[in-house]
Antibody, heavy 119, light 107 residues
Framework: EVQLVESGGGLVQPWGSLRLSCEAS????????WNWVRQAPGKGLEWVSY????????DYADSVKGRFTISRDNAKNSVFLQMNSLRDEDTAVYFC????????????WGQGTMVTVSS | DIQITQSPPSVSASVGDSVTITCRAS??????LAWYQRKPGKAPKLLIY???SLQSGVPSRFSGSGSGTDFTLTITNLQSEDFATYYC?????????FGQGTRLEIK
């Protein structure tokens, strides 16, 4: 069964850090590009970050550039999002999403993990 | 950055109706546009990729069209499970951007 399981969300104070994990199973993790997408309460979907198959290409939304770092570990079938210097506006549900290279669409999504930044 | 303008923000319809949602990109994006369905408490679901290709397992009442800057998602013969929020997404260039969403409500 194809599955993505996210973890690492929670309540953190402003300027704090969290590391989100997304573990995949049921397919060849290393063959896909990966993205993180978030949705703040009452808002729409916002793309956060991307990492390519061989980690050669990495990109970030301007809103998180310099604060968030995406990485992957093919041996652990996992993609990560290290989030530092968190702000109130980073409060959201964070999803990992698999991207098929030739379609550039996100065909499989995790269930989401909630990140709340509050003092 | 490529801006995506999605309309309408919300639409009311009845079971059996058809609805059309549009997205307009601020620059040419070829056919690098996808459509997603989002329901509360559930992960987004890919419906359409490459503007008009139906994702495996998605009912044929969903269809997409367009290229360049103007795109549409059409849902015919609405079913109760179709009432949700729909988003378009461009992946022509970074940063990847989503439309603002269209909430499809039961009339």
């Amino acid at each position: 069964e194809v599955q993505l399981v996210e973890s690492g969300g929670g309540l953190v104070q402003p300027w704090g850090s969290l590391r989100l994990s997304c573990e995949a199973s049921g397919f060849t993790f290393s063959s896909y590009n990966w993205n993180w997408v978030r949705q703040a309460p009452g808002k729409g979907l916002e793309w956060v970050s991307y990492i390519s198959v061989g980690s050669r290409t990495i990109d970030y939304a301007d809103s998180v550039k310099g604060r968030f770092t995406i990485s992957r570990d093919n041996a652990k079938n996992s993609v990560f999002l290290q989030m530092n210097s968190l702000r109130d506006e980073d409060t959201a549900v964070y999803f990992c999403a698999r991207e098929v290279t030739y379609t550039r669409a996100f065909d499989i999504w995790g269930q989401g993990t909630m990140v709340t930044v509050s003092s | 950055d490529i801006q995506i303008t999605q309309s309408p923000p919300s639409v009311s319809a009845s079971v059996g109706d058809s609805v059309t949602i549009t997205c307009r990109a601020s620059q040419l994006i070829s056919s690098w546009l996808a459509w997603y369905q989002r329901k509360p408490g559930k992960a987004p679901k890919l419906l359409i990729y490459a503007a008009s290709s139906l994702q495996s397992g998605v009912p044929s009442r969903f269809s997409g069209s367009g290229s360049g800057t103007d795109f549409t998602l059409t849902i015919t013969n609405l079913q109760s499970e179709d009432f949700a929020t729909y988003y378009c997404q461009q992946s022509n260039s970074f940063p990847i951007t989503f439309g603002q969403g269209t909430r499809l409500e039961i009339k």
